[in-house]
């Protein structure tokens, strides 16, 4: 909104000269400084996490802890970053259609405010740029009765309808620094979590040496197949890694319970190396992978005349994946129209398969836990199926299976916050 008279926006309009000003030079000056400081900032970060990885040395235990403990922040702040710009876009819009209805009123405020300048020989609050100089003179007269009674209604309409444009800007202000503060924090866990997961896969490639040639060898197989169900079969029949874990997964048996009851305490030994439950009795603890929001329903439509086979979620640009149960890698890579394909054997004849992401983490035979980063999602739908709706955010596929056959996953999903399970 500008409640500059017509005399003075003109002379704003005035071209302005080329030759830097002092205040221009200082901005330059301070924008230089502050891209200072966050190099330096930067490189006290990298330096910081090479001493932390080198600290973790051989703890396979304290390095999947760390990796689990920073995934489950940066998805934290992910949620905070989500909430925080829904609330955002409803007071963005309020506050664009009140300085449209003050901009739409313009002649009637220049009206009121000379007024208020002829009843109070005072400077005019028409000459004040920010509302809420405005908004202190409109008070100041009328609490000193310079408003004419034939004016008093129309002073305080205005006056109201920039009491809440200023209290709208307060509000916006103080939402937008939390914003950018989660925004630099996540930065920085996502960094530090680069760093863990890259140290994670170093020591995965020096336990299995030919790690790039097995996958190089999925990808290759995964061509020979034109299903889901197929893929896995010949994942674990023809791949090394993946039979192997597929061997591992069966001869683990179901992991004992406490009373009937799933174990979640043993979720907190980050050493494992099998599931810490047993999937069947695991229904009502899994967290989503990703955060997002919830587009398509098992048992709903396909828009092709089939059913969906699993659920997706319309997630963030860039969003951490994680993993919702213990697992066995079985297959890590592309595959058809799924985009990036990751499908865990979870045990038991189950198998989680998740797709839909821009980059895979983790490698064929390795043993991941819940909550263990596993996947990025990029910017843009890499599921065929979601591509033909036009989905402009990037979307995540889930699937469960039982002994090959598509399963609705909505039982094991955790109903609140405080029931999901924690690695």
Not at 49 to 58: E, M, N, P, T, Y
Not at 228 to 236: F, N, P, S, T, V
Not at 317 to 343: E, K, M, N
């Amino acid at each position: 909104m500008s409640l500059l008279p017509a005399a003075a926006q003109v002379a704003e309009s005035t071209p302005q000269t080329t030759t830097s000003s002092p205040d221009a030079i200082k901005q330059r000056e301070q924008e230089l400084e502050a891209a200072r400081a966050q190099q330096k900032s930067a490189a006290e970060l990298q330096q910081k996490l090479r001493a932390d990885v080198a600290a973790i040395g051989q703890d396979r235990s304290k390095l999947n802890a760390q990796l689990i403990g920073i995934a489950a922040q940066v998805r934290g702040i992910e949620t905070r970053i989500g909430d925080a710009e829904a609330r955002l876009r409803p007071l963005d819009t309020r506050e664009q259609q009140i300085r449209g209805s003050l901009d739409s009123r313009h002649a009637e405020i220049v009206e009121v405010l000379a007024a208020l300048q002829r009843a109070g020989r005072r400077a005019p609050p028409a000459l004040l740029v920010r509302p809420e100089d405005a908004l202190q003179s409109l008070r100041t007269a009328m609490l000193l009765g310079s408003v004419v009674p034939e004016l008093r209604a129309r002073a305080e309409q205005l006056a109201g309808d920039l009491t809440e444009l200023v209290a709208l800007r307060k509000t916006i202000a103080s939402e937008r620094d939390r914003l950018a503060a989660d925004r630099d924090k996540l930065g920085d866990d996502q960094i530090r979590l680069a760093a863990l997961v890259d140290e994670r896969q170093r020591k995965q490639s020096t336990i299995e040496k030919d790690i790039e040639a097995e996958g190089a060898r999925a990808v290759a197989l995964s061509r020979q197949v034109d299903s889901l169900q197929g893929l896995i079969a010949k994942m674990e029949q023809d791949l090394k890694s993946a039979a192997k874990a597929a061997a591992t997964a069966s001869l683990q048996g179901a992991p004992a319970t406490l009373n009937g009851k799933p174990n979640v305490g043993a979720l907190k030994d980050p050493a494992r190396l099998s599931p810490a439950i047993a999937f069947a009795s695991a229904k009502g603890l899994f967290a989503l992978p990703v955060n997002g929001v919830k587009i398509r329903e098992f048992g709903g439509s396909n828009g092709s005349g089939g059913v969906e086979k699993g659920i997706s979620l319309a997630t963030r640009a860039g969003a951490q994946v994680t993993t919702p149960c213990d697992g066995w890698v079985v297959y890590a890579g592309p595959f058809r129209s799924y985009g990036q394909l990751l499908i865990l054997n979870a045990g038991g004849g189950y198998h989680v398969l998740i797709a839909g992401m821009e980059r895979i983490s983790v490698n064929i035979g390795q043993f991941v836990l819940t909550g263990e980063p596993v996947a990025t999602m990029g910017t843009t739908s890499q599921v065929a199926s979601i591509l033909a709706t036009n989905a402009s955010q990037p979307v995540l596929y889930i699937e469960f299976r039982k002994d090959g056959t598509p399963i609705d996953p909505g039982p094991w999903w955790a109903a609140s916050e405080g029931e999901k399970v924690r690695g």
